[in-house]
Structures are given as C-alpha cells and as structure tokens.
C-alpha cells in the first residue's frame, strides 16, 4: 500500500473515535466554516466533522511534534482541534512513537490515537489535561499478619530496625 493510502486509510479510520455521525471532509469545508482561519503550516493529512466540531489529522511515525503543528494552533477557531495518529515506521512500533509524542501532545490539547493493524484507537482526546491527584488524609492500610510474623522473625543488624517498625505501625493503628 502506497504512503498515500495508508494516511487515508488512517484519517478514514480515525472518524471513528469521534463517534457514530463522524466523516471526514475537505480542508475547504474547515475554512469556509471559520474552523480554520488562514494557511495552515503544515500539511493536513484528513479533517473530521463531528457535532458541529472539527478536527485536523496528523499521521506521525516520528518524534518530537513538529514546531510548525504547534504554531498550527493559532489558526483554528475554538470548535477546532488537532488530533495526532501514531502509526509505525521502519525504526518504532506505533506503541513507541505514541509514548514519544504523548507528553508533548497533551501539553498542547491536541488528541491523541495509535494506528493498529485493523483500526486506530484514542489514547487522550484533544484539550484533555490528566486528573490531578486529590489531597487525601492519612490513609491506613491492612498489613498481612504474615508479614509482620516475618518482621519479627528477622534476626542481624536490621532485626531491632523491624521491631521497631512493628510497634511504629501498630502505635499509628492505634492512634
């Protein structure tokens, strides 16, 4: 299969991570619907209309994302997004190229999926930011009597280390 077709066969494949009423369209339809606004510097390998959003589709096989893809955000409008699809190349498995561009991608809100052989799956959608981690209170566990038996039965320098651990932990149950 030509370079050509595979991107195609991609983009086609990536209208179903956006659900059932997703297609692809003409950049032209992007730009006379505002979408985008200006030339876009860098070559746009599909575009998918879905509930009045838009998305571009850039197929990569290498990293770091491209400067000209990040400048690419200043020319869409706010219904408009851009969509990175990690496919394979001679060098890195789709799975490689995908973890390379990940961290990068989300510090720019773009969205991110992984071409398989069959079908292209989301890894993060665009604008997606990873949950922060809750402040929580002290949190207290179970430890298996098991293993507090085998704390006590160490004997050497680190035996009076796993008593004390020992009575540590049962005093902070306690409390």
């Not at 197929?59 to 699809?85: F, M, Y």
């Not at 498995?93 to 720019?108: H, R």
């Amino acid at each position: 299969m030509s370079r050509a077709a595979e991107i195609a066969r991609l983009a086609e494949q990536a209208c179903a991570l956006f659900g059932p009423d997703a297609r692809l369209v003409e950049l032209s339809a992007l730009v006379e619907a505002k979408a985008v606004i200006g030339r876009l510097p860098f070559g746009v390998d599909g575009c998918i209309e879905s509930a009045g959003r838009y998305f571009l589709v850039q197929i990569a096989d290498v990293w770091p994302i491209p400067e000209r893809l990040i400048r690419a955000k200043e020319l869409l409008g706010t219904n408009t997004a851009i969509v990175i699809v990690a496919c394979s190349s001679p060098d890195a498995t789709a799975a490689k190229v995908a973890s390379q561009l990940a961290e990068q991608a989300l510090k720019n809100g773009f969205g991110l999926g992984m071409a398989l052989p069959d079908e292209v799956v989301g890894v993060f959608p665009p604008a997606y930011s990873i949950p922060s981690k809750g402040e929580s209170a002290v949190e207290f566990g179970h430890i298996p009597k098991a293993l507090l038996d085998m704390l006590d039965a160490i004997t050497g320098c680190f035996s009076e280390h796993s008593r004390s651990a020992r009575r540590n932990f049962q005093t902070s149950i306690a409390n």
